[in-house]
């Protein structure tokens, strides 16, 4: 899970520039229809709308925009159609979850709800509303295209073939690419300054309980997560969205005016406040507070790690065994110590290796001076939970830039063939689909140079 918010991310972010058709200006141009895909129109206004959302984004169309938006909107008409013969639907609970996460990101971005009303000139309530009309068919057409291409699975016999068959040109070059081992020390907290914290959220609890203070106001004011911005509002989500500890407390609210008990996660302490329960979501506010860390604490978690390097140098254990029992990173504790890059879109292609760039800032200035079994001093880590912890680091494997290769690169290369065959399959079944369905292109809109075959019917 992504470690810099207590929300296990449910789904891949998507760009604003995607969402162009929900921000859509006042229509100032003459309606005509200008294509017909079965028995629904595309409207020139659609793809005026379209087009300038992307313009305001900044977003560059590669070919005519006049053909390349509209052959996108008949598309997605095709994939919704087949949704409705397959039956394909997505559960309503997530895909008011997805928009939850879509309001809360661009707050986040923009700064406040009042900026985001503003760039979408539409109120929050009604933007939402239009949210769940695209992410809906944004989700239908993503199980759609899963379904026809759920079979593609690549054999090691096929990925030597594809590469074979690759022009010079297009084989990727793969930056320096580093693997490496950690171990983290967290530094002791004295019972004190929890108590503090503690002593500090039960003040805000009995204060909202009392109705001497507003939850939203306070966590603006005082708590330590993102969501402050927004009063500490997480936007709607399931359980299995939540770490336990918090989902456990969450979910048993009941009462909207009272404040939970204190509760203990990875990330802090918390109190939670119900704001409203939908089947089986809930959409809560929070305030977050964390311990915080002496220096004197830092330096004696950095000493006993630099302690316990001198042992691996030394040769009293290994790396790896001290990750087993030493280290409080229980990503990779489990693991012997190995990083695992999270930038990687896919969990079916997650790597050990990282580019650079991909590793945390303080691991990598390390890093970069190391050569392959080195040990690095100790050295204060800043988490993505934005917390101190002391850690040392060890380079396994420098991998130098290159052009792919199969011995090196084969899951990069497995990732691309399968890509490419996925790509084949939805092209074929678009064009297939094309043939099938009733498509009219009015004059003006015909002399392009699409991406799909068939669009413009031959005379008979």
């Known amino acids: ?30 309606d005509e229809v200008a294509w017909i895909v079965g028995d629904e129109a595309i409207f020139r206004s659609d793809i005026e709308e379209q087009y300038q959302q992307m313009r305001s984004e900044g977003m560059v169309v590669s070919g005519d925009p006049y053909c390349v938006i509209p052959e996108q909107i008949a598309v997605q008409k095709l994939y919704l159609h087949q949704a409705k013969i397959d039956t394909i639907e997505v559960p309503e609970s997530s895909v008011r979850a997805a928009v939850e996460q879509r309001i809360n990101f661009f707050i986040a971005q923009l700064g406040s709800k009042e900026k985001v009303e503003e760039y979408f000139r539409k109120p929050i309530p009604v933007l939402k509303e239009n949210f769940v009309e695209y992410m809906r068919n944004n989700s239908i057409i993503e199980e759609v295209q899963r379904s026809l ?21 297009s084989v990727p070059y793969v930056p320096l690419q580093v693997e490496a081992q950690i171990i983290t020390l967290n530094p002791n907290i004295p019972r004190q300054e929890i108590e503090d914290v503690k002593a500090r959220l039960r003040d805000y609890a009995d204060r909202v309980n009392r109705g001497d203070a507003d939850f939203s106001t306070l966590a603006t004011m005082y708590s330590e997560d993102g969501s402050f911005m927004r009063g500490g509002e997480l936007g709607f989500h399931g359980k299995a969205d939540f770490v336990p500890e918090f989902s456990n407390v969450a979910f048993n609210l009941s009462d909207p005016k009272k404040v939970s008990r204190i509760v203990e996660t990875e990330y802090g302490y918390h109190i939670i406040q119900l704001i409203e329960k939908r089947g089986d979501q809930v959409n809560v506010r929070h305030i977050l507070l964390r311990p915080k860390v002496s220096e004197k604490d830092l330096v004696d978690a950095t000493n006993r790690l630099d302690s316990i390097r001198k042992e691996i140098v030394g ?14 990173d229980k990503d990779t504790r489990n693991n012997k110590g190995v990083m695992m890059n999270d930038n990687e879109r896919s969990e079916l292609y997650r790597s050990s290796r990282f580019e650079m760039q991909d590793l945390p800032p303080d691991v990598a200035k390390r890093i970069e001076r190391m050569s ?18 002391g850690a040392i680091v060890k380079l396994t494997n420098r991998i130098e830039g290159h052009r792919a290769n199969l011995s090196d690169d084969y899951n990069l290369l497995k990732k691309m063939y399968e890509d490419h065959k996925r790509q084949e399959i939805l092209t074929e079944w678009v064009e297939k689909k094309i043939k099938e369905t009733h498509v009219s292109i009015e004059d003006g809109w015909k002399n392009c140079d699409f991406r799909y075959k068939g669009w413009i019917k031959e005379s008979k």
């Open 372 to 389: 392959p079994g080195d040990v690095s001093e100790a050295f204060v880590l800043k988490t993505p939970r934005n917390q101190d912890v």
């Open 149 to 169: 291409t759920s079979d593609v699975k690549a054999t090691p016999n096929e990925v030597r073939k594809y590469f074979d068959t690759l022009p010079a040109d």
């Open 1 to 30: 899970m992504k470690k810099n918010r207590i929300l296990i991310p449910a789904m891949t972010a998507l760009t604003m520039s995607a969402l162009y058709a929900i921000a859509q200006p006042a229509k100032n141009v003459i």
């Open 315 to 328: 040769g009293a254990f290994t790396f790896e065994e001290a990750a087993g029992v030493i280290s409080q």
